[in-house]
């Protein structure tokens, strides 16, 4: 089995292509993380499994019938909950949206669905992206995980978090103000 943890997009596309490993066992091998460090770190908030498992499924088929993908096809990732994602539960973190499923997607994951990547999760936020340190979320306040006493920043606090825990080779996050490079900068990740 290669070395899996922190992979690069050109490093899992890479493995895929190459066939050292399946989309499938990329997307569970991320899975597993989720389940078993989301519990401590706390940037999850919806985990897309079903639908993650089935695409990959396809996205192997490709690749077992010889096709070519393209750069993003079979890579995991995870979005912030101000993303709407059709037939995915999307909060903004707040309670007022805690059951709204959207009928459609935000440009940019429609855009990363074309290209074959495979949403993973949905991930905390300050609520409606409103304060610095992914505390203000109406669900649960998600921690550094590098040290769990401490913030990940935010409002994207969950997309950092997520990218410094590995629960994906790349997460989605929005800044206005500083909301994702702040987070960056305190859980180390670009």
Not at 9 to 28: D, F, M, Y
Not at 34 to 43: L, T
Not at 129 to 144: D, L, Y
Not at 154 to 172: C, E, L, P, R, T
């Amino acid at each position: 089995m290669p070395r899996l943890e922190y992979l690069t997009i050109n490093e899992a596309h890479e493995l895929l292509q190459t066939k050292q490993i399946s989309a499938t066992e990329l997307v569970n091998y991320y899975l597993d993380k989720i389940h078993n460090i989301n519990p401590k770190v706390r940037a999850v908030l919806t985990v897309c499994e079903k639908r993650a498992l089935k695409k990959a499924k396809k996205i192997d088929k490709k690749i077992e019938d010889g096709e070519q993908i393209g750069l993003l096809e079979g890579i995991p990732y995870t979005a912030k909950d101000m993303f709407l994602t059709k037939g995915v539960r999307t909060t903004a973190a707040s309670k007022i949206l805690e059951e709204y499923i959207p009928p459609y997607s935000a440009t940019s994951i429609r855009k990363l669905n074309k290209a074959g990547a495979i949403l993973l999760a949905k991930v905390n936020q300050d609520e409606f992206a409103h304060g610095g340190s992914t505390e203000n979320s109406a669900f649960n306040k998600t921690h550094n995980p590098w040290n769990l006493d401490y913030v990940p920043g935010g409002s994207s606090g969950g997309s950092a978090a997520a990218v410094a825990s590995d629960f994906g080779v790349f997460s989605m996050g929005t800044d206005t103000g500083g909301s994702i490079r702040q987070p960056a900068s305190y859980c180390g990740v670009t």
